[in-house]
């Protein structure tokens, strides 16, 4: 565990989703969004384990929408702004302080998904690591990258050695640090969708996820 990063997210763990997102509601309800439906369904019941889950408030969308949630991050008080913010709420979700590195899992989940910005870059062996995941994943796993630090198609077949099947990307259009109007967000995502569109704004600005299907768990 990099003492460094336990630091650095540490210092910045109060109000870090509402300082760190200028369109906050709508960026983690597109997360939440893309996470139950791109692939196969997401439905209340199943279960999702979320790598870098921050002070939890993407976590809070699955739990009020019936899913099992775990969470794992490296900063302790982001874990515990976690657990307040779904306490305060009348909710309960499982979060464990922990490096990705170090995470082993004992029973199956239906999803592990990552909106880090940066597992590859971060993740010292990220193919170790998605190989010891993937026989406990019943469903898809999706993580998201910056591609001007990770190569797009490197990090495809990492998920393809790793044993996921049907891998895709798509862009993730909602900026991190502008505040936009409704109407503007809206529009971005839907360019998510347009071929000629996908692509350019991947050059300077945005993030990527890329999704891959899982088999029933070889358990």
Not at 87 to 107: H, N, P
Request: proline content about 5%.
């Amino acid at each position: 565990m990099s003492l460094d990063l336990v630091s650095k997210y540490d210092r910045i763990a109060d109000g870090f989703a509402e300082q760190s997102y200028a369109n906050l509601q709508f960026d983690m309800r597109r997360r939440f969004v893309i996470s139950t439906t791109w692939g196969k369904t997401l439905c209340s019941g199943d279960s999702v384990l979320e790598i870098g889950c921050g002070d939890g408030y993407l976590a809070r969308l699955f739990v009020e929408h019936g899913l099992h949630y775990r969470g794992v991050d490296i900063s302790p008080k982001m874990v515990a702004m976690g657990q307040e913010k779904l306490r305060a709420g009348g909710l309960q979700a499982e979060f464990v302080v922990a490096d990705v590195s170090q995470v082993s899992l004992s029973e199956p989940v239906d999803a592990l998904v990552s909106y880090m910005g940066t597992f590859f870059f971060y993740v010292g062996d990220p193919l170790a690591v998605l190989k010891r995941f993937r026989p406990y994943i019943r469903t898809k796993v999706i993580l998201d990258l910056n591609p001007r630090k990770t190569d797009l198609g490197a990090a495809i077949e990492i998920l393809k050695k790793a044993g996921f099947r049907n891998v895709r990307w798509r862009p993730f259009f909602v900026p991190k640090e502008k505040k936009l109007p409704l109407g503007m967000l809206e529009t971005l995502v839907f360019c998510e969708d347009i071929p000629v569109l996908r692509r350019i704004p991947l050059r300077w600005k945005f993030n990527v996820l890329i999704k891959g299907d899982a088999d029933e768990p070889d358990l």
